[in-house]
Nanobody
Framework: QVQLVESGGGLVQAGDSLRLSCAAS????????MAWFRQAPGKEREFVAA????????AYTGSVKGRFTISRDNAKNTVYLQMNSLKPEDTAVYYC?????????????????WGQGTQLTVSS
């Protein structure tokens, strides 16, 4: 059974850093793109960052460019999201996603597998 399990969320202050992790199990994901999405209260789920299966192509939404970095360790079937200079508007539930995707479409929400999410709250 394929599972994506996020961890690392919590309550932090504005300006802090935090790293989210997503561990995939059930099969190898070395050939899959992996991504992070988030959903704030009262808002739709939005794309945050994605990384192609090779790790050579990444994509970010504009509001996190320069602050967030996505990376992956295929040997561990894990994707990370390093978040720096956090802002209150980054508060959301963060979801990990995985799936077979072309490099040109890694920022679209059509992923096959999703985690349950981890809460990040950034206080001002």
């Amino acid at each position: 059974q394929v599972q994506l399990v996020e961890s690392g969320g919590g309550l932090v202050q504005a300006g802090d850093s935090l790293r989210l992790s997503c561990a995939a199990s059930g099969r190898t994901f070395s050939g899959d793109a992996m991504a992070w999405f988030r959903q704030a209260p009262g808002k739709e789920r939005e794309f945050v960052a994605a990384i192609a299966w090779s790790g050579g192509v990444t994509a970010y939404t504009g509001s996190v460019k320069g602050r967030f970095t996505i990376s992956r360790d295929n040997a561990k079937n894990t994707v990370y999201l390093q978040m720096n200079s956090l802002k209150p508007e980054d508060t959301a539930v963060y979801y990990c996603a995985a799936g077979k995707k072309k490099d040109s479409s890694i920022n679209s929400p059509a992923y096959d597998y999703w985690g349950q999410g981890t809460q990040l709250t950034v206080s001002s």
